[in-house]
């Protein structure tokens, strides 16, 4: 079977045809997939924020110019999905304070000991502003400036919910490092 190649599979999509937009879905969905669980609480809500995503990109697809990658372009309709499913949900939960640990300094090669699934999880349990933040910063690279208009929040906001997501990031790393069997037993 040939493979279609992304200009012919657009211009299917242009033309609404449910062959080619089947084509440009199952070539990009599993690393669209991964896009909006960056912004997701879970999976469910990841495969409705990439299903939603897909029904923009395909009404707007006559949209792409051609101008940067296509890819880029679904990207950040994907993004703007999730984002717009966070600024409906409308509600800021409330941050409890978090205890100090009282832990020493913890060795910089900590992270090491740590798993890409082990760093997500800790991603996905911070509220979600802070997670919505942390991720359009430090994953996807916009400014403070950026975040703040798409959250509607100031650039004071966005960086101040930066800065406390990494803190509490900091304080997961130490919790495990010092819960860590080996940690216990070199004492």
């Given at each position: 079977?040939?493979?279609?190649?992304?200009?012919?599979?657009?211009?299917g999509?242009?033309?609404?045809?449910?062959?080619?937009?089947?084509?440009?879905?199952?070539?990009?969905?599993e690393?669209?997939?991964?896009?909006?669980?960056?912004?997701?609480?879970?999976?469910?809500?990841?495969?409705?924020t990439?299903?939603?995503?897909?029904?923009?990109?395909?009404?707007?697809?006559?949209?792409?110019?051609?101008?940067?990658?296509?890819?880029?372009w679904?990207?950040?309709?994907?993004?703007?999905?999730?984002?717009?499913?966070?600024?409906?949900?409308?509600?800021?939960?409330?941050?409890?304070?978090h205890?100090?640990?009282?832990?020493?300094?913890?060795?910089?090669?900590?992270?090491?000991?740590?798993?890409?699934?082990?760093?997500?999880?800790?991603?996905?349990?911070?509220?979600?502003?802070?997670?919505?933040?942390?991720?359009?910063?430090?994953?996807?690279?916009?400014?403070?400036?950026?975040?703040?208009?798409?959250?509607?929040?100031?650039?004071g906001?966005?960086?101040?919910?930066l800065?406390?997501?990494?803190?509490?990031?900091q304080?997961?790393?130490?919790?495990?490092?010092?819960?860590?069997?080996?940690?216990?037993?070199a004492?």
């Open positions: 079977m040939k493979r279609e190649n992304l200009e012919d599979i657009v211009k999509c242009i033309s609404g045809k449910r062959k080619a937009q089947e084509q440009l879905f199952n070539r990009l969905s690393e669209m997939f991964g896009v909006c669980l960056y912004y997701s609480k879970d999976y469910t809500e990841a495969e409705d990439l299903h939603e995503g897909f029904m923009k990109v395909f009404q707007k697809i006559s949209q792409f110019q051609g101008k940067g990658s296509l890819v880029g679904i990207k950040r309709i994907m993004i703007n999905t999730a984002l717009e499913k966070y600024r409906k949900k409308a509600q800021l939960y409330a941050i409890g304070d205890i100090n640990t009282g832990y020493d300094i913890v060795p910089e090669n900590v992270i090491d000991d740590l798993s890409v699934q082990d760093i997500l999880n800790m991603v996905r349990e911070l509220s979600p502003q802070y997670k919505m933040v942390f991720n359009l910063f430090a994953i996807d690279g916009y400014s403070h400036k950026e975040i703040g208009e798409m959250l509607g929040i100031s650039e906001t966005s960086k101040s919910n800065a406390r997501a990494r803190y509490i990031l304080e997961k790393v130490k919790k495990n490092f010092y819960s860590n069997a080996s940690y216990k037993n004492k």
